[in-house]
């Protein structure tokens, strides 16, 4: 069964720095594009950032860019987000997603990603 597992996060202080690591069990990552998306409080999900199968490709939404940065290990099965100047407004439970391959891109649309973990929470204090 193909399961997707976020560690990392916690409380950050605003400016400081943090990273989430995905472990995937039961399939090679590979076969996948992946994401982190996250959600605030009374907010919709959202995709922050994606990265292609073999890591040739990858967006940000541009609340992140310059500051998240998505790298993925596929020998290991691993997916990583690193986070530096963190803001209130990054607070949230972050989530890695797994989208069928489609081409030589990835998306950060929630629909198009059929696996998630089960979240890690990001608090970011002002």
């Known amino acids: 069964q193909f399961r997707l597992v976020e560690s990392g996060g916690g409380l950050v202080q605003s400016g400081g720095s943090a990273r989430l690591s995905c472990t995937a069990f039961?399939?090679?990552?590979?076969?996948?594009?992946l994401a982190w998306f996250r959600q605030a409080p009374g907010k919709e999900r959202e995709g922050v950032a994606c990265?292609?199968?073999?890591?040739?490709?990858?967006k940000y939404a541009d609340s992140v860019k310059g500051r998240f940065t998505i790298d993925r290990d596929n020998a290991m099965n691993t997916l990583t987000l690193e986070m530096i100047d963190l803001t209130p407004d990054d607070t949230g439970v972050y989530y890695c997603?797994?989208?069928?391959?489609?081409?030589?891109?990835?998306?950060?649309?929630?629909?198009?990603?059929?696996?998630w973990g089960q979240g890690t929470q990001v608090t970011v204090s002002s």
């Open positions: 997603a797994a989208a069928p391959l489609q081409g030589a891109y990835c998306s950060r649309r929630v629909e198009e990603h059929d696996n």
């Open positions: 990265i292609s199968s073999a890591g040739g490709n990858t």
């Open positions: 039961g399939s090679p990552l590979s076969s996948w594009r």
